[in-house]
C-alpha cells in the first residue's frame, strides 16, 4: 500500500513537472520581474483615488489624470511595437523599465495632484514603449498548446502577489494614516521596480535575430513608419481579429470608467471604511489566484472564444452589483470581476498569439494597446465627469452595458485560430 502511494505521489509529480516544463528562460524571468511589479504597484492603487483627491483634485480632476495618462500610454505603442519586431525585445523592455521606475518618485513625493499628473504621464510613456515587446516575447516564449496556460499562469503569479498588496496598503494607511501610507508605498514601488529592471537586464535573452542595433532616437524617427506598418499589418488580418480587439477595446472603455472610482464609491457612497476597503478588495487577486490555472487549461482544451464571452457577462454582473447590491454584496462584485479579468487577460493573450505570426505580434498588439488605452482615457474622463455631475452610479451602468455588448461581439463574430507554427521558428531562431 505504502509503495502504491509513494509511486502514485512520483507519477503525480512527473506529470506537474512535464505540464509546467515550459516555465523556464525569458518566460520564467518575465513572470517573476512580473510578480514583483504587480505586487509593488497595487500596493498603492487600493486608495489611488483617495490619495490624489486628498491631494486637491476632484473625481473629474482624478478622471482627467487617468484621461492623460493613458493618452500618453496610448502614444508610444506604434514605434514601440515596430521597434520591438525591427531591433528586438530585451534592449527596450529592459530600458524602459527602468525609466518606468523613476517616474513613480514623482507620486512619492508629490506636493500635490499636479504632480501626479507629471509622473503618469512619464511611466505611462516609458510603459507604453515596452509594452508591446513585453507582450511579443512573451508569445515568442511559449509552445502553441500551452498558451493558454501560460497567459493563465502570468495571471497567476502576478495575483499570487498581489492578493496580500490590499492588506500591505490597509496596514500602512491605518498605521500612518492615508497620505503617509500612500508615499511609503510608492517608495516601495520605486524600489521594487528597480529590482525587476536590474533582473530583466540580467537575466532575459534576446528571442529575435537582428542584424541592425537598437536606437531610442529610432522611436521618434520611425513614428510614421511605425503608425502605417501597424494599420497595414491590421488592415490585412482575419474578421475574427478586428471583432476580438473590437471586443477588448470596448471592455477597457467601460472598466475604466469605473475602476478608479471603486474606493471613492464603496467609501463614501456604501460607508465602507477605509481599512475594511482594504480587506475586501483583496477578493479580486483571490479570485485570479484560484482561477488563472483552470481557466488556461480549459481555454486549451475549449478554445478561448466563450471562456471570453462568458467573461464578459461576469464583468457586466460584477459592475451592476458594486452599484446596487449595497456593502454586502460588494465581495460577491469583487469575485465576479476576479473571474471575467483573469478569463479576458487569459483569453486575449493566447488567441491574439494564436491569430497573429511572431513577426508581426509586435505591431499587432501595439495596435490593439493604442486602441485599448485611447478609449481607456476616453473611459477615464466620461466616468470621472457622469460620477461628480451627474450620478455616481452612472458609470456603473455605462460599463454593465459595453460589457454585454463585447460579450455579444466574441461570441457572434470570433472564431478560433486553425493552426499555428511560429513556435518551431522561434526556436530555430535561439539556436542559430
Not at 45 to 65: C, D, N, P, S
Not at 340 to 368: C, E, Q
Request: hydrophobic share 55%; charged share 15%.
Amino acid at each position: 500500500m505504502v509503495e502504491k502511494d509513494v509511486f502514485a505521489m512520483k507519477s503525480l509529480s512527473m506529470r506537474i513537472k512535464g505540464e509546467l516544463a515550459f516555465i523556464r528562460g525569458n518566460y520564467a524571468v518575465l513572470v517573476l520581474s512580473w510578480l514583483i511589479m504587480d505586487f509593488a504597484i497595487e500596493v498603492p492603487a487600493t486608495y489611488y483615488a483617495l490619495y490624489v483627491i486628498g491631494l486637491g483634485a476632484t473625481e473629474t480632476i482624478v478622471g482627467i489624470v487617468g484621461l492623460c495618462y493613458f493618452l500618453a500610454l496610448a502614444s508610444m505603442q506604434f514605434p514601440g511595437g515596430y521597434v520591438a519586431d525591427r531591433f528586438g525585445r530585451k534592449w527596450i523592455i529592459c530600458t524602459m523599465t527602468f525609466g518606468v521606475a523613476l517616474s513613480y518618485l514623482f507620486y512619492a513625493l508629490a506636493p500635490s495632484w499636479h504632480f501626479i499628473l507629471v509622473g503618469a504621464m512619464l511611466a505611462a510613456i516609458f510603459n507604453s514603449t515596452y509594452q508591446p515587446a513585453l507582450m511579443a516575447m512573451i508569445a515568442d516564449s511559449l509552445p502553441p498548446d500551452r498558451r493558454g496556460t501560460g497567459f493563465g499562469i502570468v495571471s497567476l503569479i502576478s495575483n499570487i502577489s498581489t492578493t496580500p498588496a490590499p492588506i500591505v496598503a490597509a496596514y500602512l494607511c491605518s498605521t500612518f494614516g492615508l497620505m503617509s501610507g500612500m508615499r511609503i508605498s510608492y517608495g516601495l514601488v520605486v524600489t521594487l521596480f528597480l529590482l525587476a529592471a536590474i533582473l530583466r537586464t540580467l537575466y532575459l535573452k534576446e528571442t529575435v535575430k537582428v542584424s541592425e542595433k537598437p536606437s531610442l532616437a529610432e522611436l521618434w524617427r520611425s513614428y510614421p513608419t511605425a503608425v502605417r506598418e501597424s494599420l497595414t499589418v491590421f488592415k490585412r488580418s482575419s474578421r475574427s481579429l478586428t471583432f476580438l480587439i473590437l471586443a477588448a477595446v470596448m471592455c477597457g472603455f467601460g472598466s475604466s470608467a469605473v475602476f478608479p472610482y471603486l474606493p471613492v464609491y464603496a467609501v463614501r457612497e456604501l460607508l465602507i471604511e477605509e481599512a475594511l476597503w482594504g480587506l475586501m478588495l483583496a477578493a479580486v487577486p483571490a479570485t485570479t489566484v484560484a482561477l488563472s490555472i483552470p481557466v488556461g487549461r480549459l481555454m486549451d482544451k475549449v478554445g478561448k472564444k466563450m471562456p471570453l464571452a462568458i467573461a464578459c457577462v461576469l464583468l457586466a454582473a460584477s459592475m451592476w452589483l458594486f452599484a446596487d447590491g449595497g456593502a454586502p454584496l460588494v465581495i460577491v462584485s469583487l469575485v465576479l470581476m476576479g473571474a471575467g479579468s483573469v478569463t479576458i487577460h487569459t483569453g486575449l493573450g493566447s488567441l491574439i498569439a494564436d491569430l497573429v505570426p511572431m513577426r508581426d505580434r509586435g505591431k499587432v498588439n501595439a495596435f490593439l494597446n493604442f486602441s485599448s488605452l485611447s478609449f481607456m482615457a476616453l473611459g477615464n474622463l466620461v466616468g470621472g465627469f457622469l460620477y461628480e455631475h451627474l450620478s455616481p452610479r452612472l458609470p456603473f451602468y455605462l460599463a454593465t452595458l459595453i460589457s454585454l455588448l463585447a460579450a455579444l461581439l466574441v461570441a457572434l463574430f470570433v472564431k478560433e485560430a486553425e493552426g499555428v507554427r511560429d513556435y518551431v521558428e522561434h526556436h530555430s531562431i535561439l539556436q542559430q
